[in-house]
Antibody, heavy 121, light 110 residues
Framework: EVQLVESGGGVVQPGGSLRLSCAAS????????MNWVRQAPGMGLEWLSG??????????SYADSVKGRFTISRDNSHNTLYLQMNSLRAEDTAVYYC????????????WGQGTLLTVSS | QSALTQPASVSGSPRQSITISCTGT?????????VSWYQQHPGKAPRLMIYDVTYRPSGVSNRFSGSKSANTASLTISGLQAEDEADYYCSSYTTSGTVVFGGGTKLTVL
């Protein structure tokens, strides 16, 4: 059974940093592209970043809203996806989901339960 | 990248059919056949219902179907059931190599 479990959320002050983790199991993690998507309270979904699976060249992509502040990475030996978030703002408050990719940014077929980040002083 | 445009809400009675539209541009919906649709019940994670415009993942009812014409994609749900009441989001791959979501549509089953 495919499982994705996010962790690392919490309360952070504006300007602070945090790293989210997504532990994957039940599938060959290394070959799949993975993504981060967030949802602010009462709002819609926002794609943040994607990272390709193993291959000769690793591809990453970011939404303009987080480019330069957030960094996606993965540890295939530990089946874990990460999102390093810096210079956090109040508008980054959201539930953060990791999601497995059908291909490369073509559709997200499995999602975690999400982890809540609150940016507040 | 601007969000794709979806109606804020749609409604239908049980056993009826409804269609949700998702309008983008020639830089996203119109550029590729990489439109997906997600269903989200309150407090739950999204669930993939349609990918690559028309394909259903295993386990998704054939009452759900997708289509696309030019810059507008559509999700049709036939034979509406109470459990279909949820928020629905479209998404598309873009020519910038990113993904953009629609604003979401709340489906009410009357």
């Amino acid at each position: 059974e495919v499982q994705l479990v996010e962790s690392g959320g919490g309360v952070v002050q504006p300007g602070g940093s945090l790293r989210l983790s997504c532990a994957a199991s039940g599938f060959n993690f290394r070959i799949y592209a993975m993504n981060w998507v967030r949802q602010a309270p009462g709002m819609g979904l926002e794609w943040l970043s994607g990272m390709s699976g193993s291959g000769s060249t690793v591809i990453t992509s970011y939404a303009d809203s987080v480019k330069g502040r957030f960094t996606i990475s993965r540890d295939n030996s530990h089946n874990t996806l990460y999102l390093q978030m810096n210079s956090l703002r109040a508008e980054d408050t959201a539930v953060y989901y990791c999601a497995r990719d059908e291909g490369w940014l073509q559709g997200f077929d499995y999602w975690g339960q999400g982890t809540l980040l609150t940016v507040s002083s | 990248q601007s969000a794709l445009t979806q109606p804020a809400s749609v409604s239908g009675s049980p056993r009826q059919s409804i269609t949700i539209s998702c309008t983008g541009t020639s830089s996203d919906v119109g550029a590729y056949n990489y439109v997906s649709w997600y269903q989200q019940h309150p407090g739950k994670a999204p669930r993939l219902m349609i990918y690559d415009v028309t394909y259903r993942p295993s386990g998704v009812s054939n009452r759900f179907s997708g289509s696309k014409s030019a810059n507008t994609a559509s999700l049709t749900i036939s034979g509406l059931q109470a459990e279909d009441e949820a928020d629905y989001y479209c998404s598309s791959y873009t020519t910038s190599g990113t993904v953009v979501f629609g604003g979401g549509t709340k489906l009410t089953v009357l």
